[in-house]
């Protein structure tokens, strides 16, 4: 059995200023991780218009891959050429699936709201995907079409739409509000 891939998670705030340097920074950490055996991918998730704190994702093969990086020369220079562009980092190392939903304090949310959630994140992006290629697979065999399709939709739903519906949906995943209350809250925002 191999081991299951880590991912590290960092919120880094954005010194006041510093939006412009701190996305160039953030890109030349990326490409820098990418050059690294055992690097699986990246991303980035913006903050909301009313915050300043970025989510940066790493996902490496296993734990030693991780450790290369973490521990290697072009990180450290990497991280020192960040002095000045951010506050308050903040690291946070998961692996399997509980990476997307562990909190701070390593407390995950129950298993059915952890599917409804990937369920919300995969059902729109397989949707449109169908929409926009769909009408090219048809043609093919079943499992050429199914090969396509996870090949194009894994890497956008474990680097982008996934992290993206678990911080839309933190608070309900940790039962902070409930879910019905949430989409009430966001209806009303959306419509004043």
Known sequence: MSPDPVTLMVARRVARGRYRDFTAWLEEGRELASDFTGYLGSGVLAPPPSDDEYQIIFRFRDAQTLANWEHSASRRAWLARGEGLFEAPHEHRATGLDGWFQDATGQTPPRWK??????????????LFQALFGGWLVALPLVPKVLISTLALTPLM????????MR???????????FMERLGHRLHQRGA
């Open 168 to 178: 839309l949906l933190g608070s309900w995943l940790r039962g902070e509000v409930s």
């Open 158 to 165: 474990v680097f982008l739409f996934i992290p993206l519906s």
């Open 114 to 127: 952890q599917a409804i959630a990937i369920w919300l994140a995969f059902f729109p992006v397989s949707l």
